[in-house]
């Protein structure tokens, strides 16, 4: 019992989950989306779906929906029930299992546990820089889960249904957050590619032999190297209907049309890859971009240990992903997941594991067609996740009834003062408290999702919703904030006169390095502006009357 229940795919997810959850503990909440996003699901539950922008008094009245409503709700809910720790918990629990899934996949094609580990393991690493509590998450889970059903298509696992079953996926993803065009993309490639096989190949199965195949209900025949899935044009045309009704799927939502315009504002933006640092191109001699480079290069090394057989379509992908990730960087975990479903797969037709094989002891690489030894090796998915399911539970039980523990239970979460100022929530909220609602403050950008979370009463300048303030305004904010002191003085104090906001919070420095120019101007200038209060991370002004 003890070994059907603590498999290694059991072990690998609650060491990933712990290392997860006290790596993350603060790490989590670094991207102020975190804070925000969860005030959006308070307002659609207590109110329904904002129309106009509710927290800005800048583009106050402005038109603005909430394209990841249906994340927000649950994140909302979590806070609900544990606060920022059961945020914490879904975000920990679900890179963990996303992760433990690929690595029991791994395992079944032919990696010993310890091998598969480590390199499941250090591919997760290379994609965490852009792992936060955040709706993007649910992309890089939905988008590993496509990759994996493309796997098992090409390999003969599964039937047209499980693709099929990508379709309602989609449309809750389209609902949760706008990656889901990854995901249709994905797909696409994968049939693109079978269907020119098919044509090139200009093999087709008797006619009889095709109608029982695609007719039954079982796994069809895997795919060769070289070959594609698709046997008759009864199938190229199926697959076709599904991917086009995945990528009808952004239609299906509570915003019509104005979802769509959204992003194509997103990612037509010619300055956000200027000025924002998810949206930035990757920078190949930084130490994030030479991980990723590591993690394409080690990719290509494997890819190339199963020549002279010709690729599968599915080996491919993840190629695509990493040539996007070049041109930008958020796409990065999106080719870690990609490559690491494909490495599970390719790894028993690599020549490394023929050599690991024959050579080594079997811990590292074991023979996947030995059906004796594949036997002991795989086990039940259900029963290999009941622990970890316990625990998880837990977890829930303990900080729903906010039960302090470390790891499990609540108070574990927390907002690292050294990147949000948690250090000033106190005189932060005071002051909120001691003005009517709808009082405009100064901020800086960084800081608007810190404010939205802990002073939902105050108005904010900005924060980082790009679709709502647009090119324009965020170009004309990005040069003004880059101005020296005396250049900046002018523009900021034209902003004070015309939105008439009596304080100022904005992002400091440590000692050893030079002030932002904001914070310059605003400590020059005692007659018109005094400090208030400091953290590590933030400063506020008062304006003197």
């Known amino acids: ?16 989950w712990l290392g997860l959850t006290v790596a993350f503990r603060d790490r989590g909440f670094y991207d102020p989306g975190a804070l925000w996003h969860v005030k959006v699901g308070e307002i659609i539950l207590d109110r329904g779906i904002p129309q106009t922008d509710p927290f800005s008094y800048t583009f106050e009245g402005q038109r603005w929906v909430p394209q990841q409503w249906g994340a927000e709700v649950l994140m909302a809910l979590g ?54 509590v955040r709706p993007h998450m ?45 995901g249709t993309m994905t797909l696409g490639l994968a049939v693109a590619g079978w269907g020119m096989l098919f044509l090139a190949n200009g093999r087709r199965e008797p006619a009889g032999e095709a109608s029982a195949q ?41 915003h019509g049309l104005e979802m769509i315009r959204i992003w194509q504002r997103i990612v037509a933006s010619k300055v956000l890859p ?59 975990p999106l080719f870690a997941v990609c490559a690491c479903v494909a490495l599970a797969d390719l ?90 609602p709808g009082t405009p403050i100064f901020n800086d950008a960084n800081l608007g999702g810190y404010l939205i979370y802990h002073t939902p009463n105050l108005k904010i300048f900005m924060d980082d919703r790009c679709e709502l303030y647009g090119d324009d305004w965020i170009r004309a904010y990005s040069d003004t904030l880059g101005l020296p002191p005396e250049k900046l003085g002018p523009v900021f104090e034209e902003w004070a006169q015309r939105y008439q906001f009596q304080r100022a919070i904005v992002m400091t420095n440590p000692p050893e390095r030079e002030q932002p120019s904001i914070e310059r101007y605003l400590s020059g200038t005692p007659a018109k502006w005094r ?7 933030a400063v506020m002004f008062e304006r003197v009357p």
């Not at 988008?143 to 693709?163: N, P, S």
């Open 1 to 16: 019992m003890f070994h059907r229940l603590f498999r290694p795919e059991t072990v690998f997810f609650l060491l990933t």
């Open 79 to 132: 806070h609900r029930a544990g606060g920022l720790d059961t945020m914490l918990l879904g975000f920990t629990a679900g890179v963990a299992l996303l992760y433990a899934l690929i690595f029991r996949r791994a395992v079944q094609g032919g990696m010993g546990p310890i091998l598969a580990g480590v390199i499941v393991g250090g591919v997760l690493c290379v994609g965490a820089f852009h792992y936060f």
């Open 138 to 182: 649910f992309t890089i889970a939905f988008l590993g889960w496509t990759m994996m059903c493309v796997v098992d298509y090409e390999r003969g696992r599964c039937t047209e249904w499980r693709l099929a079953g990508l379709i309602p996926l989609y449309v809750l993803w389209v609902n949760l957050h706008g990656g889901v065009l990854g």
């Open 214 to 254: 695609n007719d039954a209900p079982t796994p069809h025949q895997p795919a060769h190297a070289g070959r594609s899935p698709i046997r008759s044009w009864r199938t190229a045309l199926l697959l076709v209907a599904i991917v086009a009704a995945c990528g009808l799927t952004p239609f299906v939502n509570p």
């Open 274 to 332: 200027e000025v924002v640092n998810e949206h930035m191109p990757l920078d190949p001699t930084s130490p994030l971009g030479l991980t990723v480079v590591a993690l394409g290069v080690f990719y290509l090394v494997m890819l190339a240990g199963t020549l002279p057989k010709a690729p599968r379509v599915s080996w491919l992908i993840p190629l695509v992903w990493f040539a996007l990730s070049f041109k930008g960087i958020r796409q990065g």
């Open 347 to 436: 790894w028993k037709h690599t020549l490394w594991h023929r050599l690991l094989v024959k050579h080594g002891d079997g811990s590292t690489a074991w023979d996947a067609g030995n059906a004796a030894e594949a036997a002991t090796r795989t086990g039940a998915l259900g029963t290999a996740f009941v622990v970890p399911a316990l625990v998880v539970l837990l977890a829930v039980v303990l900080q729903v009834n906010r039960v302090e523990a470390p790891v499990l239970g609540s108070g574990w979460a927390r907002l690292d003062p050294n990147f949000i100022p948690s250090d000033m929530t106190r005189e932060v909220t005071e002051y909120a408290a001691s003005v009517p």
């Open 531 to 537: 400090e208030v209060a400091r953290g590590k991370r």
